[in-house]
């Protein structure tokens, strides 16, 4: 009998869902209950700033890496803050691998798709791997994977089955620093009236992939969108294609094997569901409240962690809390 685990733990992060899922990390930086909205807003800019341009500057490092030019533009991104009066603009590299891009997108697409999931219900989170792998071999595992998944999908759990699945599937990929391997796998969010849908998608799966797979390493458990706990299932799902600071350290080596064989594809895809369109979807854009209403070209400065003002003056006057400090420390000394 094939065994497959059902995890039934709850997480330990409990925080309301749009507010969580749209930033990167906590503010524990900015606790004063007298600072604004907005202020809090470029707090927590500042905080995926300093991740995003530490990441960066190893990253160009990288020596022949076909994604050096989109790793620069990264080290650029919101590198000036204009400001005019109370309204501000930046440039963004909209690179995945950037914590302030992968912030705004993880916001896009958890409003884009979280009412549809919320609507439909009865929610399955979903984790299906294969066997870890060399860096030369990473590319073509996650084209493996997505081509068996849809082979799955059309050919056998429809076919056979009768089972369409609804929901969405993403492609990411670990680092083993001691094995220096990679272990691609899927994040799926699947919706069905039927726990039996989920056990046959597995099942089917390990027959598809019967002698590179670990039959330990799929999971599978039900979310439930009522409780705040379960939400962070979604915000694993759409946060990140690789988690770039581990506890092996960072190596921007490593990243740039993920980043660039999943160069070119959709990490995130939909299945039998639709986005919402963006302008049904509210945004609004936060004023500068917290400065003089002026005119400021606002340079970003890793060393202040903060963007200066060509008098020397701070705009967030952000500082890392010990916690964002250590893991600053392990990007700037990479393995």
């Given at each position: 009998?094939?065994?497959?685990?059902?995890?039934?733990?709850?997480?330990?992060?409990?925080?309301?869902?749009?507010?969580?899922?749209?930033?990167?990390?906590?503010?524990?930086?900015?606790?004063?209950k007298d600072l604004s909205k907005s202020h809090k807003h470029f707090l927590k800019k500042s905080r995926k700033k300093a991740f995003s341009y530490g990441i960066a500057r190893h990253l160009v490092g990288v020596q022949d890496s076909a994604l050096h030019k989109a790793y620069v533009s990264t080290l650029y991104c919101n590198n000036i803050i204009l400001q005019d009066g109370p309204k501000a603009s930046t440039k963004y590299c909209k690179q995945r691998w950037c914590p302030i891009c992968n912030g705004i997108r993880t916001a896009d697409l958890i409003n884009g798709y979280y009412p549809t999931l919320k609507q439909l219900g009865n929610l399955y989170f979903v984790t299906l791997t294969k066997q870890s792998?060399?860096?030369?071999?990473?590319?073509?595992?996650?084209?493996?994977?997505?081509?068996?998944?849809?082979?799955?999908?059309?050919?056998?759990?429809?076919?056979?089955h009768g089972i369409k699945l609804i929901g969405i599937r993403k492609v990411e990929s670990n680092y083993n620093a001691n094995e220096e391997t990679f272990n691609p796998h899927m994040h799926l969010v699947l919706s069905t009236d039927n726990i039996h849908d989920v056990y046959t998608l597995i099942y089917e799966w390990l027959n598809y992939f019967p002698d590179t797979t670990d039959r330990d390493g799929q999971h599978m458990r039900p979310i439930d969108l009522e409780n705040e706990d379960d939400n962070s299932y979604?915000?694993?799902?759409?946060?990140?294609?690789?988690?770039?600071?581990?506890?092996?350290?960072?190596?921007?080596?490593?990243?740039?094997?993920?980043?660039?064989?999943?160069?070119g594809s959709r990490a995130i895809q939909p299945m039998g569901i639709k986005k919402i369109p963006k302008e049904e979807r509210k945004h609004v854009d936060l004023p500068i409240d917290f400065q003089p209403m002026k005119t400021e070209i606002w340079e970003y400065n890793y060393t202040a962690k903060d963007w200066i003002a060509s008098d020397g003056k701070n705009f967030t006057g952000y500082k890392p809390d010990a916690k964002t400090k250590k893991l600053l420390k392990r990007i700037d000394n990479p393995i």
């Open positions: 009998m094939t065994k497959i685990k059902v995890n039934t733990k709850q997480s330990k992060e409990s925080t309301a869902l749009l507010d969580k899922l749209a930033q990167l990390g906590t503010l524990s930086e900015s606790k004063a792998v060399k860096a030369n071999d990473l590319k073509q595992t996650f084209k493996v994977m997505r081509n068996g998944l849809r082979h799955i999908q059309h050919n056998t759990l429809r076919k056979k979604l915000l694993e799902l759409f946060k990140y294609a690789s988690k770039t600071v581990t506890k092996d350290g960072f190596s921007p080596e490593a990243q740039d094997v993920i980043y660039t064989a999943l160069k």
